[in-house]
């Protein structure tokens, strides 16, 4: 039986007993007098209090104490105690068990209202996408339902469709609104080639595209699953609170059973009274706010993550970011746009870019990109390139033409001849932040071809917003030292690391961490072990599988800027948890001594009822603590000079 029902039937049952609360003092009693209150607080307490009880009766059995424990011996207490008093013809206080139990439910009822509000940025995100998709089939197109596409399939969009699935545009053009899935507001440009996401909504042109990835393979079923696993992880400090209810639960029998004895063989309280202040301090100290602290918040803080295209995986990185001292950057693809192009190319262009389109013709490295895509603009054929091989960490060697041609980096300089001007025009590229690639002949240098990677446009200022927050920030490259400081100097980076070999980076997240702990920023495959490494894994959205998997934080916009706003909501979800814990105790610390009867003499108690409602409102404090989350400022922006 749902929270819900269990609370309707717990409040219609009450009902009659608070009217008749309520009438007394007129000298109205309810019908039936006590077996009417016997028989409708028996129904609550088998009905709508069994819960509470089987759970109890359950850590019992593995000497364990939760919260349920509290509520049901609390409740049981009065419930029996009553049903004595009845048969002594003593006064009864049923209605107290059955307003407990319902006080408690109310409470629990709106929880779950507020968990499922929490919790609705997972519902908004699978209502985005497309219910069916019109894909050719047989030479035609037909409509069909979404879960019928399959990877293959080429879809047709027309303006203001959803996008079905992943995929590859192969005819038109057009621009989409990724707003649902990236959080960026500006609709993006695509053409021929360029990928396309799921649920997506395509503004103004239509084309065709290819299906990559359909089903649960989909960016937005991966979404879906990492903001389910967040919103269910738990955060360290949870094994706290944890650890705190097991200790708090006995500690309150114990206080319970000390107030009876106090007042019932010490100051001479009827048993009645005596046990109502033992059962109202069981009642108020029932901590069902703290099973709710860090959960409510952890949902809170990670669904408004993913409305703004960051993807938080779990609870334990808000606690890791509250301490990191220094953020560590990947250049390319993370500071850069990760799109080099040839600028210059120095000697004979024509046989420098022959030689090296012949050369970079089979790899993938995106230098290699950029100077086949040269060679193409310029119109230049390559020549066929025989005994192809890798020179270890410095470029590529093969014979064209019978003579033994070589493309690399300046790491080949130890073993070939470079003229003097050769080398002076290397530097002064080098200084303009452009990565050198030489070019040669039979062990002597022919010419070199400069290639940049210009900063992304908000790098400047998301490295200034990081700087502003105290954090010292590093960039870690393969590149060389020239090139790196001059990117560095250009966006404000403290710091820079160089010529660091892929497998090394991980090395140095660690030298790094000795100092302080560590967020790492990247998005390739050879980022992986850093940001596993690191306290703070964050991998750029666009980015490998493999480097998305090994980090704690996603950054569906590919936005450097969306660094210092991770941080920031992450912070504040944290310390949302922190500032739940404190409501969740406070009502416990202040509750048990007006409960225990300290402040009698002043005419201040609380009865059972009232302390359930108290406790009812300590649970609602800290969800709606947790929801108010949503409406937190995350600023962090700064003015750049």
Same mark, same amino acid.
């Given at each position: ?366 230098? @290699?990109? !950029? %100077? ?5 603009? $310029?119109?230049?054929? #390559? /020549? ?5 091989? +890798? ?92 090139? @790196?400081? !001059? %990117? ?5 980076? $403290?710091?820079?690391? #160089? /010529? ?5 980076? +991980? ?106 409602? #108290? ?27």
């Amino acid at each position: 039986m749902t929270i819900t029902k269990r609370f309707w039937i717990a409040l219609i049952f009450s009902l009659p007993m608070l009217v008749g609360m309520i009438l007394m003092p007129f000298g109205i009693m309810i019908p039936g007098g006590e077996w009417t209150q016997f028989i409708l607080t028996t129904i609550v307490m088998a009905v709508a209090a069994r819960p509470f009880i089987q759970s109890a009766w359950a850590s019992f059995k593995k000497h364990h104490s939760n919260m349920d424990t509290l509520v049901a011996i609390g409740t049981a207490t009065a419930y029996i105690y009553s049903i004595y008093a009845m048969i002594t013809h003593q006064a009864v206080f049923f209605e107290s068990a059955a307003f407990v139990v319902t006080f408690v439910l109310l409470g629990q009822v709106f929880e779950e209202r507020m968990r499922n509000n929490a919790s609705n940025a997972i519902e908004k995100l699978v209502d985005l996408q497309a219910k069916e998709a019109e894909v050719v089939r047989n030479g035609k197109l037909v409509k069909i339902p979404l879960a019928e596409v399959v990877a293959g399939d080429l879809i047709k969009v027309k303006p203001g469709q959803k996008i079905a699935v992943d995929g590859v545009i192969t005819e038109g053009s057009s621009t989409v609104d990724e707003s649902m899935v990236t959080g960026e507001s500006m609709p993006v440009t695509k053409k021929i080639g360029d990928k396309v996401i799921g649920s997506t909504i395509n503004s103004n042109g239509t084309f065709m595209f290819k299906a990559e990835k359909v089903g649960s393979d989909t960016m937005l079923s991966q979404i879906v699953e990492l903001v389910k696993k967040a919103q269910n992880s738990h955060a360290p400090i949870q094994n706290l609170t944890d650890k705190v209810s097991e200790i708090f639960v006995p500690v309150v029998l114990i206080l319970s059973i000390l107030t009876f004895l106090v007042w019932y063989v010490f100051l001479g309280a009827t048993i009645a009274q005596a046990l109502i202040f033992a059962v109202s301090v069981v009642v108020i100290a029932c901590p069902c706010a703290l099973g709710l602290a860090t959960p409510t918040a952890l949902m809170v803080g990670t669904g408004r993550g993913a409305k703004m295209g960051i993807l938080i995986k779990n609870g334990e990185v808000l606690e890791e970011v509250n301490d990191i001292k220094t953020v560590v950057m990947d250049k390319t693809g993370t500071i850069t746009n990760g799109k080099p192009e040839v600028t210059d190319v120095v000697g004979d262009a024509q046989k420098v870019l022959k030689i090296a389109a012949a050369l970079e013709e089979s790899s993938e490295h995106p230098l @290699a990109t !950029a %100077i086949l895509d040269k060679a193409k603009a $310029d119109s230049i054929q #390559a /020549d066929k390139a025989e005994s192809f091989q +890798a020179i270890e960490c410095k470029g590529v060697e093969a014979i064209i033409n019978g003579q033994k041609a070589f493309v690399g980096n300046d790491k080949l300089l130890n073993d070939v001849k470079i003229t003097a001007d050769l080398e002076n025009k290397m530097v002064e590229l080098q200084n303009e932040a452009k990565t050198v690639v030489f070019v040669g002949l039979n062990q002597e240098v022919i010419g070199m071809i400069a290639i940049q990677d210009a900063p992304k446009a908000t790098s400047k200022e998301a490295i200034a917003t990081l700087k502003a927050r105290g954090l010292r920030t590093v960039m870690l490259t393969g590149d060389n030292e020239r090139v @790196a400081q !001059a %990117i560095a100097q250009e966006v404000g980076i $403290d710091e820079v690391i #160089a /010529d660091v070999l892929p497998g090394d980076k +991980a090395d140095h997240v660690e030298e790094l961490q000795k100092q302080g702990k560590v967020a790492f920023v990247g998005d390739g495959i050879n980022d992986a072990p850093a940001l596993t490494m690191a306290d703070v894994g964050i991998a750029m959205g666009s980015g490998t599988d493999i480097a998305i998997e090994s980090g704690g934080i996603v950054l569906m916009k590919n936005d450097l800027r969306d660094v210092a706003k991770a941080l920031e909501l992450s912070k504040k979800t944290f310390n949302r948890i922190k500032l739940n814990l404190f409501w969740a105790f406070i009502y416990n610390v202040l509750g048990i001594p007006v409960t225990a009867g300290l402040f009698f003499a002043v005419g201040l108690t609380l009865s059972p009822e009232l302390a359930g409602l #108290a406790m009812a409102f300590s649970s609602l404090s800290v969800v709606t603590s947790s929801v108010l989350l949503n409406k937190a400022k995350i600023d962090t922006k700064v003015k750049i000079a």
